[in-house]
């Protein structure tokens, strides 16, 4: 049992250092990952030790926002003509939406698979976090990687060892922890066009050490686990295995990757990684960052929307250079309406999620009042009655950043609000800019 917990710690090793920096690791930014030079030798090794390679599933590709953007720069509204140009956008969004469904439909069906045990692994995660978070040296923890390393290890045992691992993991046999293994990867598992969350695990047998090939398949099948059998001690079989770290967790981990090194006596090694990637729903420049405000803005159509800044004159004196036209609000309609179409319902979209809410919950739309083409394609894009888009440009006109508030004054005054209900506002302005919040009443 004692060599067990020697490969074992070895597994949480590797897995802390893929959490954190400490200890002299280098943690590389992902943008950085076209950079780094592989070892095409160590990667065919790695290919050539394999004895068994499990299969992960596949998922449907989920759309990005670049698409999005470039499809809507295919379609011009002062070419095409309104109702053209309504269309089109309306292919655009059914477009995105089938392909959004077709893979969130796919997750959640590899998500239901199997049998889970969901009370076992938060007894063990309690269990676990509380022990080693316990000390007073600053450790990273995984449980999801202890968990199914430890399950995996089950499998490879017998006797009082494999009781004590069952025990442990709160289960009863390891049809339980494969199931449980199962649940726990299928459950982490998903990839965007934006991020990744994936578990990986390898087990490394010493070539002179014989396997079940019926074990090495379970561990294939339900925990996702590939098999090599190596000379252990020796260089090539410690680039491969870093080979293996580098493929599973971005090449972000190439300087602990660098410094694994096995030796002869070693029987077996167990190997799990935890590997994180996504990006901000707006992203972050360092170059164009500063302290203030947060907001939704596309700088790029700054001349679409903008009021020029003016010398301020006495309006009552007759010597006066500017002309007053100057001072009005500048506005080109076709490319803010163009802009409006794609950014508005990203930035619903973006409030729905955050606040757990779906659109058929919707109530009512109190949005920025500046053009009915806008609220239609609201309207159409969420499967709302025009009836639910709060509309007073017909008694007001464009009231600019006023809308939204004048908006919900109107509709409590009117009786319109209720407890309980559910509210979506949203606005753009000059920047260009754009936003959107959910109220609960």
Same mark, same amino acid.
């Given at each position: 049992?004692?060599?067990?917990?020697?490969? +074992?710690?070895?597994?949480?090793?590797?897995?802390?250092?893929?959490?954190?920096?400490?200890?002299?690791?280098?943690?590389?930014?992902?943008?950085?990952?076209?950079n780094?030079?592989?070892?095409?030798?160590?990667?065919?090794?790695?290919?050539?030790?394999?004895?068994?390679?499990?299969?992960?599933?596949?998922?449907?590709?989920?759309?990005?926002?670049?698409?999005?953007?470039? &499809?809507? @720069?295919?379609?011009?509204?002062?070419?095409?003509?309104?109702?053209?140009?309504?269309?089109?956008?309306?292919?655009?969004?059914?477009?995105?939406?089938?392909?959004?469904?077709?893979?969130?439909?796919?997750?959640?069906?590899?998500? @239901?698979e199997?049998?889970? =045990?969901?009370?076992?692994?938060?007894?063990?995660?309690?269990?676990?976090?509380?022990?080693?978070?316990?000390?007073?040296?600053?450790?990273?923890?995984?449980?999801?990687?202890?968990?199914?390393? +430890? &399950?995996m +290890?089950?499998?490879?045992?017998?006797?009082?060892?494999?009781?004590?691992?069952?025990?442990?993991?709160?289960?009863?046999?390891?049809?339980?922890?494969?199931?449980?293994?199962?649940?726990?990867?299928?459950?982490?598992?998903?990839?965007?066009?934006?991020?990744?969350?994936?578990?990986? @695990?390898?087990?490394?047998?010493?070539?002179?050490?014989?396997?079940?090939?019926?074990?090495?398949?379970?561990?294939?099948?339900?925990?996702?686990?590939?098999?090599?059998?190596?000379?252990?001690?020796?260089?090539?079989t410690?680039?491969?295995?870093g080979?293996?770290?580098?493929?599973?967790?971005?090449? +972000?981990?190439?300087? &602990?990757?660098?410094?694994?090194?096995?030796?002869?006596?070693?029987?077996?090694?167990?190997?799990?990684?935890?590997?994180?990637?996504?990006?901000?729903?707006?992203?972050?420049?360092?170059?164009?960052?500063?302290?203030?405000?947060?907001?939704?803005?596309?700088?790029?159509?700054?001349?679409?929307?903008?009021?020029?800044?003016?010398?301020?004159e006495?309006?009552?004196?007759?010597?006066?250079?500017?002309?007053?036209? &100057?001072?009005?609000?500048?506005?080109?309609?076709?490319?803010?309406?163009?802009?409006?179409?794609?950014?508005?319902?990203?930035?619903?979209?973006?409030?729905?999620?955050?606040?757990?809410?779906?659109?058929?919950?919707?109530?009512?739309?109190?949005? =920025?009042?500046?053009?009915?083409?806008?609220?239609?394609?609201?309207?159409?894009?969420? =499967?709302?009655?025009?009836?639910?888009?709060?509309?007073?440009?017909d008694?007001?006109?464009?009231? *600019? *950043?006023?809308?939204?508030?004048?908006?919900?004054?109107?509709?409590?005054?009117?009786?319109?609000? =209720?407890?309980?209900?559910?509210?979506?506002?949203?606005?753009?302005g000059?920047?260009?800019?754009?936003?959107?919040f959910?109220?609960?009443?």
């Amino acid at each position: 049992m004692k060599r067990f917990i020697t490969l +074992l710690l070895t597994a949480a090793m590797v897995l802390s250092l893929a959490a954190c920096g400490d200890n002299g690791t280098t943690i590389r930014n992902e943008n950085e990952k076209d950079n780094v030079k592989k070892d095409p030798i160590a990667a065919q090794y790695l290919q050539d030790l394999a004895v068994k390679t499990a299969a992960y599933p596949e998922l449907p590709a989920m759309p990005s926002e670049t698409e999005l953007d470039e &499809a809507f @720069s295919t379609i011009d509204y002062d070419k095409m003509g309104a109702e053209a140009y309504e269309k089109a956008q309306d292919k655009i969004w059914e477009d995105w939406d089938a392909r959004s469904t077709k893979y969130y439909d796919a997750l959640r069906a590899l998500r @239901s698979e199997g049998t889970a =045990h969901p009370d076992a692994f938060l007894g063990f995660t309690k269990s676990a976090a509380g022990a080693l978070l316990s000390g007073e040296d600053n450790v990273i923890v995984s449980p999801a990687n202890l968990y199914l390393a +430890l &399950a995996m +290890l089950s499998e490879t045992t017998d006797g009082d060892s494999r009781a004590q691992l069952l025990s442990l993991l709160g289960l009863d046999d390891t049809a339980e922890a494969r199931a449980t293994g199962n649940y726990v990867w299928r459950n982490l598992y998903g990839e965007t066009s934006t991020g990744k969350t994936q578990l990986a @695990s390898s087990v490394w047998l010493n070539e002179n050490v014989p396997y079940n090939e019926e074990t090495l398949q379970v561990l294939a099948e339900q925990y996702l686990a590939s098999t090599f059998s190596a000379p252990m001690g020796d260089e090539k079989t410690d680039k491969a295995i870093g080979e293996w770290i580098n493929e599973n967790t971005g090449d +972000l981990l190439q300087d &602990a990757a660098g410094n694994i090194q096995t030796k002869p006596k070693t029987v077996m090694l167990l190997l799990t990684t935890l590997y994180f990637k996504d990006q901000w729903s707006s992203e972050f420049w360092a170059d164009a960052t500063k302290k203030d405000t947060f907001t939704a803005a596309d700088g790029s159509g700054a001349e679409y929307l903008h009021m020029e800044a003016l010398p301020v004159e006495d309006p009552l004196s007759g010597d006066r250079t500017v002309d007053p036209k &100057a001072r009005f609000l500048k506005m080109q309609g076709a490319p803010v309406v163009r802009f409006t179409a794609r950014a508005v319902p990203l930035a619903i979209d973006t409030a729905l999620k955050r606040a757990g809410v779906t659109a058929e919950e919707i109530d009512w739309v109190g949005p =920025h009042q500046a053009n009915l083409r806008i609220l239609d394609v609201i309207a159409r894009r969420y =499967h709302l009655p025009k009836e639910k888009i709060y509309v007073n440009m017909d008694r007001f006109g464009n009231t *600019s *950043s006023a809308s939204v508030p004048i908006c919900l004054n109107e509709m409590r005054k009117n009786g319109l609000l =209720h407890e309980g209900q559910t509210i979506v506002c949203t606005g753009f302005g000059g920047g260009l800019t754009y936003g959107a919040f959910v109220l609960k009443l």
